[in-house]
């Protein structure tokens, strides 16, 4: 593989254009691995460093991770507003999962530790198929896949207008169920060195799931978006104005609700 230098190694991210300048063919050793190897050692070690390091500093808890099926494939949708939501959404859940990250992101030596952590990469200004080849493979051997809803991180903490279409897209083409996150208060994580440690709540929604379609149009897809990205608001909001502990009791509160509704059912019967 090509390496480049390192003035050019973020070309990408700061042009314009967003582009990755490297040849598709680059990227091809890392789809091959993710399509053909579950994330191995590597991802448990840093998935339980990264854990350690969210819960002392960043007080990150989750609420409502018992909705992410525990077998089958599942396609994971948060809101993306730091480096730190790849290791936030795995925190809670068992279930390993690939993610699709920028390719800017592999260089060396960090490169290593994503492949082998079930990071693949994607092209940005590009139309990459590639990607979306690696994340159908890893959803048909019934693995978990995250993909953010809006494409690219947000720079204010707050959620964009629109998502992209391509969480519609793979949700269509494989009828993999999604799960809706919102990761609240990870946009200020990088603030950690002005000694600021915001809370982290990450909320996991209820699954949906599509019948497949082959080919979807861009219509199609972005109307499975926007509904995906319609739960993810409202689970932002939510946190937003009632805060963690607003969200907690609220949720209690419908849990204690369906279980005297099942109580009532059984006795009926």
Not at 40 to 46: F, I, K, W
Not at 49 to 71: G, M, N
Not at 117 to 129: A, I, K, N, S, T
Not at 159 to 179: D, F
């Amino acid at each position: 593989m090509s390496r480049l230098r390192r003035s050019e190694q973020f070309v990408g991210v700061t042009d314009a254009s967003h582009r990755d300048p490297r040849p598709a063919e680059h990227f091809d050793a890392f789809h091959q691995r993710t399509r053909e190897r579950e994330p191995d050692a590597v991802y448990e070690a840093v998935r339980v460093l990264t854990t350690l390091w969210a819960f002392t500093f960043f007080r990150a808890r989750s609420i409502s991770s018992e909705k992410v099926p525990q077998s089958g494939p599942v396609i994971l949708a948060p809101n993306h507003g730091s480096f730190m939501d790849h290791f936030l959404l795995a925190a809670f859940i068992r279930r390993k999962i690939s993610f699709m990250a920028k390719s800017q992101l592999f260089q060396p030596p960090a490169q290593w530790i994503y492949t082998h952590g079930g990071v693949f990469p994607l092209r940005r200004g590009h139309r990459d198929e590639e990607a979306f080849v690696t994340a159908r493979a890893v959803l048909r051997r019934g693995g978990t896949v995250a993909m953010y809803c809006e494409g690219s991180r947000s720079r204010d903490g707050k959620l964009n207008e629109r998502p992209k279409p391509g969480i519609g897209r793979l949700a269509l083409e494989t009828g993999a169920a999604v799960v809706p996150v919102a990761i609240h208060g990870s946009s200020k994580v990088r603030n950690w060195r002005k000694g600021e440690f915001p809370k982290v709540t990450v909320q996991y929604g209820d699954p949906i799931r599509w019948e497949p379609v082959d080919a979807p149009t861009r219509d199609q897809q972005m109307a499975v978006a926007e509904e995906i990205f319609g739960d993810i608001k409202v689970l932002f909001a939510g946190l937003e104005s009632l805060g963690r502990k607003g969200v907690l009791a609220r949720v209690r509160e419908q849990r204690r609700l369906e279980r005297r509704r099942g109580k009532k059912r059984a006795a009926t019967v």
